[in-house]
Structure formats: C-alpha cells, structure tokens
C-alpha cells in the first residue's frame, strides 16, 4: 500500500494471514502506511477483483509465494493523519485465512523483507497492535 490518491473514501484493501508449520509470514514495510514495520502481507482491492484474489496476488508480488486465500478472519480500518489532522491514508482491510500452496519466499514489490516468524520472535518485532491483536485473537500466542 502506497500513498493513497484520492481522499474521498476509504480504500478496500486486503491481508492474508498464513501459517505455515507453526510459523506465520510476515512483512516489513518498504513505504507509508506502517513504513518499517513487520506485518501481515496484502496490499489493495483492484476494481472487480475479489477479496481472494487480491490477497492471492499480493502475496506473490511481495514474497513469490502462491498461497489459497479462504475466508476472512480480522477486519479494521487503517487510517493514518498528518500533523494538522488531515487524513493521509484510510484503508478498510480485511484480513483472510490462507494456506501456503508452494514457492520460495523472497522479499519483492514494496517490502524491505519477507520472513517466517515463530509466536516467540514476534515479540521481538516491530509491529502495529492490530497485528499483534490479529495474532492473539488467532491463538497463535498459546
């Protein structure tokens, strides 16, 4: 997700949340919104592309990775202001279960790194709270 262009509404965007081995794949952010954070990857809705799909191709332009993106799991609104408290960034996500299918993982598009963490290292990382209250929600903490 980059610099939202038109500020008339809320962008749709989606998250894909896969676990893998008792492993979770997780992002750090190459640009604004969330710049330099690790998080769940996804990005925007395309117009007549479905909540699976988008997170399907996502997920291959940030990590190579083919995934089957199933139903979703955690919905929040991101919204972002400037020092004046105009808003700079307004994404409805929805993020959505998925299995790993295949593919080596790399980091590609607009993140800096793609991983797979264990529930212990994610308390190293920095992540927004909604990731980590997506994760607790999940049980992947327990």
Known sequence: MQKQKSLSAPKAAVGAVVIEEGRILLVKRKYAPKKGNWAIP???????ESLQAAAEREIMEETGLIIKAKEPVYTF?????????DVIFHY?????????ISGDLYPADDVSD????????IDRLETSETTKTLLDK???FS
Do not use: H, Q
Request: no cysteine; aromatic share 12%.
């Open 138 to 140: 999940m049980g992947f």
């Open 114 to 121: 793609a991983r797979w963490f264990t529930p212990d290292e």
């Open 77 to 85: 609104d991101l919204i972002e202001r400037d020092s004046k408290g």
């Open 92 to 100: 409805v996500v929805v993020d959505l279960l998925a299995e790993y």
């Open 42 to 48: 996804g990005g925007s809705v395309n117009l007549g």
